[in-house]
């Protein structure tokens, strides 16, 4: 029927289950992220750790509109 899959006959509920479990213990699984070396970051935070934490990603002075052009590692923007 409607509610079996066409291949292996199992209720669509159940692998819908095993699909969300998955997934799941997926996003726990440490990973490294290429840009700056971390290691150990879930990979279901991995997007935030790019985008906020990763010291290695380009960032721009908060001052550049009063003209200030530094551009660089966000690890550096401090010092800058």
Known sequence: GGNSCPTCRQPLSALVSADITVQSALG???VKCSKCGE???RRDTFDN???YTCAARRAICPAADLMCQWEGPRAELNAH
């Open 49 to 51: 750790h790019e985008q």
């Open 39 to 41: 290691t150990g970051i």
């Open 28 to 30: 726990r699984l440490p």
